[in-house]
């Protein structure tokens, strides 16, 4: 008897009891199919984060002025003491002595970053968009680009000219959409600044919605926008590390020219360098520990199923008696009879498996539409799904196929 | 004449717990090849048990057993499957057909185990149900088949492997008159034509068709036919 011969009656039996089959499928299926869809989130959680990183700009590092630990920390006299170590800000000169291609030459570009919230006018529209004051570096670190017109110029951001990059939202917010805005005029702070380009849309990131924002010149936003005295003042300094690679030796430069330029240790530093990218892979192994935790979960219902073949084929073997008597008067080894209930066993397994993975990538699409969030089933966990209801159907069907193995001709044939 | 079965002084005892049950007590008895012996015997005779060590279904706790010159008293269960496939030709009171199958795919199930190739399955198989008059219903399952009709798929099936000996086992014990008279006469024309069948029943007039009877009685033989 051949191993397809084996399947062929495997198939037959599991098909001449269509119901029972199809409810003890339904164990497997359905944890298959909550597994693969656990997953599939989980890997889309992944990839919807891995776009974020892109759309922040790659090798992204951050300089904040003040330092993490300086939190208000709260005696035990009750009587609040707040702790607040003084800060120097981050001024222009931080961003140059950062920008030394000696000393940092792992940083490819710097953008020192000053930002506010103000209200953009032309005529009577108006747009509530966030205000950058920058240099033009700006558009290398954070990966952006102008779709129409240009971006400004050096030169432009020293003399602090009254020119404005925007973006494509409150470009439609403000001069309607499918509008040429370039050489257009708005109004910022009482003050009018000349639209010379458009920049790319990347929709929100993890920095706020990327669309609705002016930026100009650092000169600019000096002398109309700083809020201290001191005109060189930044929020905060943007970098970008000259590849993945030398992201840390980047992020040590950065941190040992602030220590210089601020003339402080490293036990009481006044600044934070962080880098996005750390950020991010936090949050995607957090999304991967979410997503482990989750599939276990649904891998108890496949145990559940697992134990339902188990149960099946038991009283199967049980029922069939007379015909494991039969078959092996006729001349079938006990080993025939074990990998016939074997085969029959994983099959099972396996096609509650298919149906559960079929389930899993109808039900992902139809999920990932109604939350609008990417559900990604790939081809690696649909192959291992069935590898899995396989190997379960064979697990379950061990003992069932040893007992059928195990039965003396003569007690089966005697069953009457 | 050869003898195909040689059994010689054979026990059978039962043990459940405590309490032994010799079931066969010194059994022998010789088989010549194309002979048609009936056994008879009451029920709790141990004509069950004699017929499972004549089947190979069950080995003997004392004594020798040659089939075709082959000892299979003391052999495992794998050898005496093989014993069963190529040897035996089993006919069933209940016919033991599976009901999920054709005939044809009943009659090939031996062969199957034998490891013939599909084609000769097909063939050997259609021959045999052509052979016991089931020519023309090959493609039917045994519940649409009459009873005297499922023992002839049955005598087929036991007939396809081309067997030492054919052991019926109360073949007529479930069937109507005309379908016993069937069933025998085609018992009767395998043996005509040389055929070895060895024949149990609890009926005088069936074990009667048989060459020669012999009759089991508290686990011991004697030859003839004693009413």
Same mark, same amino acid.
């Given at each position: 008897?051949?191993?397809?011969?084996?399947?062929?009656?495997?198939?037959?039996?599991?098909?001449s009891?269509?119901?029972?089959?199809?409810?003890?499928?339904?164990?497997?299926?359905i944890?298959?199919?909550?597994?693969?869809?656990?997953?599939?989130l989980?890997?889309g959680?992944?990839?919807s984060?891995?776009?974020?990183?892109?759309?922040?700009?790659?090798?992204?590092?951050?300089?904040?002025?003040?330092?993490?630990?300086s939190?208000t920390?709260?005696?035990?006299?009750?009587?609040?003491?707040?702790?607040?170590?003084?800060?120097?800000?981050?001024?222009?000169?931080?961003?140059?002595?950062?920008?030394?291609?000696?000393?940092?030459?792992?940083?490819?570009?710097?953008?020192?970053?000053?930002?506010?919230?103000?209200?953009?006018y032309?005529?009577?529209?108006?747009?509530?968009?966030?205000?950058?004051?920058?240099?033009?570096d700006?558009?290398?670190?954070?990966?952006?680009?102008?779709?129409?017109?240009?971006?400004f110029?050096?030169?432009e951001?020293?003399?602090?000219?009254?020119?404005?990059?925007?973006?494509?939202?409150?470009?439609?917010?403000?001069f309607?959409?499918?509008?040429y805005?370039v050489?257009?005029?708005?109004?910022?702070?009482?003050?009018?600044?000349?639209?010379?380009?458009?920049?790319?849309?990347?929709?929100?990131? +993890?920095?706020?919605?990327?669309?609705?924002?002016?930026?100009?010149?650092?000169g600019?936003?000096?002398?109309?926008?700083?809020?201290?005295?001191?005109?060189?003042?930044?929020?905060t300094?943007?970098?970008?590390?000259?590849?993945?690679?030398?992201?840390?030796a980047?992020?040590?430069?950065?941190?040992?020219?602030?220590y210089?330029?601020h003339?402080?240790?490293?036990?009481?530093?006044d600044?934070?360098?962080?880098?996005?990218?750390?950020?991010?892979?936090?949050?995607?192994?957090?999304?991967?520990? +979410?997503?482990?935790?989750?599939?276990?979960?649904?891998?108890?219902?496949?145990?559940?199923?697992?134990?339902?073949?188990?149960?099946i084929? +038991?009283?199967?073997v049980?029922?069939?008696?007379?015909?494991?008597?039969?078959?092996?008067?006729?001349?079938?080894?006990?080993?025939?009879?074990?990998l016939?209930?074997?085969?029959e066993?994983?099959?099972?397994?396996l096609?509650?498996g298919?149906?559960?993975?079929?389930?899993?990538?109808?039900?992902g699409?139809?999920?990932?539409?109604?939350?609008?969030?990417?559900?990604?089933?790939?081809?690696a966990?649909?192959?291992?799904?069935?590898?899995?209801?396989?190997?379960?159907?064979?697990?379950?069907?061990?003992?069932?196929?040893?007992?059928?193995?195990?039965?003396?001709?003569?007690?089966?044939?005697?069953?009457? | 004449m050869?003898?195909?079965?040689?059994?010689?002084?054979?026990? #059978?005892?039962?043990?459940?717990?405590s309490?032994t049950?010799?079931?066969?007590?010194?059994?022998?008895?010789?088989?010549?090849?194309?002979?048609?012996?009936?056994?008879?015997?009451?029920?709790?005779?141990?004509?069950?048990?004699?017929?499972?060590i004549?089947?190979?279904?069950?080995?003997?706790?004392e004594?020798?057993?040659?089939?075709?010159?082959?000892?299979?008293?003391?052999m495992?269960e #794998?050898?005496?499957?093989?014993?069963?496939?190529?040897?035996?030709?089993?006919?069933?009171?209940?016919?033991?057909?599976?009901?999920?199958?054709?005939a044809?795919?009943?009659? @090939?199930?031996?062969?199957?185990?034998?490891?013939?190739?599909?084609?000769?399955?097909?063939?050997?198989?259609?021959?045999?149900?052509?052979?016991?008059?089931l020519?023309e219903?090959?493609?039917? #399952?045994?519940? @649409?088949?009459?009873?005297?009709?499922?023992?002839?798929a049955?005598?087929?099936?036991?007939?396809?492997?081309?067997?030492?000996?054919?052991l019926?086992?109360?073949?007529?014990?479930?069937?109507?008159?005309?379908?016993?008279?069937?069933?025998?006469?085609?018992?009767?024309?395998?043996?005509?034509?040389?055929?070895?069948?060895?024949l149990i029943?609890?009926?005088?007039?069936?074990?009667? @068709?048989?060459?020669?009877?012999?009759?089991?009685?508290?686990?011991?033989?004697? @030859?003839?036919?004693?009413?």
């Open positions: 008897m051949t191993f397809l011969e084996t399947v062929r009656t495997a198939f037959s039996a599991v098909m009891r269509k119901m029972r089959s199809a409810l003890t499928m339904l164990g497997i299926l944890g298959i199919a909550s597994v693969m869809l656990t997953v599939g989980g890997q959680a992944q990839e984060i891995t776009s974020q990183i892109n759309k922040l700009g790659s090798n992204l590092i951050i300089v904040n002025s003040g330092a993490n630990s939190l920390v709260s005696n035990a006299g009750g009587a609040a003491n707040n702790r607040t170590r003084f800060t120097t800000p981050l001024t222009l000169n931080d961003a140059a002595a950062l920008a030394d291609k000696d000393t940092c030459p792992d940083i490819l570009h710097v953008a020192p970053v000053s930002t506010t919230t103000t209200t953009a032309n005529g009577t529209s108006s747009g509530s968009t966030s205000v950058v004051g920058t240099t033009p700006w558009a290398d670190v954070t990966a952006r680009t102008v779709t129409s017109g240009r971006f110029t050096n030169v951001s020293s003399a602090g000219s009254l020119v404005a990059v925007i973006g494509q939202t409150t470009a439609d917010t403000l309607g959409s499918g509008t805005v050489g257009r005029t708005m109004t910022l702070s009482g003050q009018s600044f000349t639209v010379i380009g458009v920049l790319n849309t990347v929709g929100t990131t +993890l920095s706020g919605n990327g669309d609705e924002t002016i930026v100009i010149p650092a600019t936003y000096a002398q109309r926008f700083a809020t201290t005295t001191n005109m060189n003042t930044v929020s300094i943007l970098m970008e590390a000259k590849d993945k690679d030398s992201l840390s980047a992020i040590q430069e950065a941190t040992n020219t602030m210089v330029m003339n402080v240790t490293p036990a009481a530093p600044f934070t360098v962080s880098s996005q990218q750390a950020l991010v892979e936090t949050v995607g192994s957090l999304a991967t520990i +979410l997503t482990a935790l989750l599939s276990g979960i649904a891998a108890i219902s496949l145990l559940v199923g697992g134990i339902g073949v188990m149960n084929m +038991l009283v199967s049980t029922e069939r008696i007379r015909e494991i008597g039969l078959r092996k008067a006729l001349g079938a080894r006990p080993r025939i009879i074990m016939q209930f074997l085969v066993a994983s099959m099972l397994g096609m509650g298919a149906l559960g993975v079929a389930l899993g990538i109808v039900a699409q139809i999920l990932s539409k109604a939350i609008s969030y990417p559900v990604i089933i790939s081809f966990a649909t192959s291992l799904a069935l590898a899995v209801s396989l190997v379960i159907g064979i697990v379950a069907g061990v003992y069932p196929a040893w007992r059928a193995a195990k039965l003396a001709p003569i007690d089966a044939l005697r069953n009457e | 050869t003898a195909i079965v040689e059994i010689t002084d054979v026990h #059978k005892t039962y043990r459940t717990g309490i049950f010799e079931a066969l007590r010194g059994i022998t008895l010789s088989v010549a090849e194309g002979e048609y012996v009936a056994i008879t015997g009451p029920s709790g005779s141990g004509k069950s048990t004699l017929m499972n004549l089947g190979c279904l069950d080995i003997p706790t004594g020798s057993y040659l089939l075709g010159g082959e000892d299979v008293s003391t495992s #794998k050898d005496l499957a093989l014993v069963r496939n190529r040897r035996i030709g089993f006919v069933f009171q209940q016919f033991n057909l599976l009901a999920s199958m054709t044809q795919r009943n009659v @090939e199930l031996p062969l199957m185990y034998a490891g013939a190739p599909a084609s000769d399955r097909h063939t050997l198989a259609r021959e045999a149900l052509e052979r016991v008059g020519g219903r090959t493609h039917h #399952k045994p519940g @649409e088949l009459s009873g005297g009709q499922q023992q002839r049955c005598i087929a099936r036991a007939l396809v492997t081309n067997p030492d000996i054919i019926a086992d109360e073949p007529t014990g479930n069937l109507d008159s005309v379908s016993t008279h069937e069933v025998l006469r085609l018992l009767h024309e395998l043996h005509d034509q040389g055929r070895t069948i060895v029943t609890h009926e005088h007039e069936v074990a009667l @068709e048989a060459q020669r009877q012999v009759q089991i009685y508290d686990g011991q033989l004697t @030859e003839g036919l004693h009413v």
